[in-house]
């Protein structure tokens, strides 16, 4: 199962890095100046960073698992996007757009 989310920001970069880096600690995390990739227990998260844009695909191989991964990851983005009270992630299911 897949969902994703294109979330507008301009702090893209920043974000996606700081993901990868503190999962990374517990987790196997890869990134590079655009992109990057979580490997938890319950599925795998990628992102994109674009200038305007940070895209997140996530993909479990359960609905639950699938829930749980995108909370995840919204709630530490939003940890991290504290400048950005606004900012709203909503995710899609099914085939990353």
Not at 7 to 21: D, E, F, S
Not at 44 to 55: D, I, N, Q, S
Not at 57 to 85: W, Y
């Amino acid at each position: 199962m897949k969902s994703s989310a294109t979330v507008p920001t301009a702090n893209a970069g920043r974000y996606m890095v700081q993901l990868c880096k503190h999962f990374g600690h517990e987790v196997p995390a890869s990134w590079n100046d655009h992109e990057g990739k979580i490997v938890f227990e319950m599925g795998e998260a990628a992102l994109r960073a674009a200038p305007e844009t940070l895209m997140m695909v996530a993909q479990a191989s359960d609905a639950e698992s699938l829930a749980r991964l995108e909370q995840v990851m919204d709630s530490h983005l939003k940890r991290f996007a504290l400048s950005e009270p606004q900012m709203d992630v909503e995710w899609r299911r099914g085939a990353a757009r």
